[in-house]
T-cell receptor, first 117, second 113 residues
Framework: GAVVSQHPSRVICKSGTSVKIECRSL??????MFWYRQFPKQSLMLMAT?????????EQGVEKDKFLINHASLTLSTLTVTSAHPEDSSFYIC?????????????FGPGTRLTVL | QKEVEQNSGPLSVPEGAIASLNCTYS??????FFWYRQYSGKSPELIMS????GDKEDGRFTAQLNKASQYVSLLIRDSQPSDSATYLC?????????????FGRGTSLIVHP
């Protein structure tokens, strides 16, 4: 149990385009989902926290108009990178906190590797 | 600002030895503590969770928590080359749908044959 999927796993796009990444909890409902970014050989950086039906909470320094987060249901959150530029190239990972059955344990998706040309 | 500190390593141990990974955290209000393993190019995988003082064992892994010292550790017994990875210490603060996760920078573990 506690499986989180992400789609796509890898995306290459041209500068200026928008990219949408989906995060789904497959066998549980999630009260909260988190979005992280990780550059090579660096630690996880929390970008934002999303709760179903609420506006996302963004960490300091993360542009909310550039990284749009929608948490449409208890099993789906999406991150849209708008007008992507090469400096947005990174490994984007989501995680989910189950509504029940697991005490505060975050389960991570496999990640999405974004390359902006 | 909430902080989680880990020695970046690398920690190198021979196969079969015990690997000891340590972590300290700054927020005394933290309630939940976790160890994740991350292989290069992959996302983190939950290994252990611990919530109360003392030891928690699961197979070859033992997590230890000391809230008074704000210290969490992970012991890996009979280390295997496949254990070579980065180990992330994480704490979670909050309740009622409002949670704040904080991760350490990770400790690189190398288990050599």
């Amino acid at each position: 149990g506690a499986v989180v999927s992400q789609h796509p796993s890898r995306v290459i796009c041209k500068s200026g385009t928008s990219v949408k990444i989906e995060c789904r909890s497959l066998d549980f409902q999630a009260t909260t989902m988190f979005w992280y970014r990780q550059f090579p050989k660096q630690s996880l950086m929390l970008m934002a926290t999303s709760n179903e039906g609420s506006k996302a909470t963004y960490e300091q320094g993360v542009e909310k108009d550039k990284f749009l987060i929608n948490h449409a249901s208890l099993t789906l959150s999406t991150l849209t990178v708008t007008s992507a530029h090469p400096e947005d190239s990174s490994f984007y990972i989501c995680s989910a906190l189950p509504l029940a059955g697991y005490y505060n344990e975050q389960f991570f998706g496999p990640g999405t590797r974004l390359t902006v040309l | 600002q909430k902080e989680v500190e880990q020695n970046s390593g690398p920690l190198s141990v021979p196969e079969g030895a015990i690997a000891s990974l340590n972590c300290t955290y700054s927020d005394r209000g933290s309630q939940s503590f976790f160890w994740y393993r991350q292989y290069s190019g992959k996302s983190p995988e939950l290994i252990m969770s611990i919530y109360s003082n003392g030891d928690k064992e699961d197979g070859r892994f033992t997590a230890q928590l000391n809230k008074a010292s704000q210290y969490v550790s992970l012991l890996i017994r009979d280390s295997q080359p496949s254990d070579s990875a980065t180990y992330l210490c994480a704490v979670l603060t909050g309740a009622g749908g409002s949670y704040i996760p904080t991760f350490g920078r990770g400790t690189s573990l190398i288990v050599h044959p």
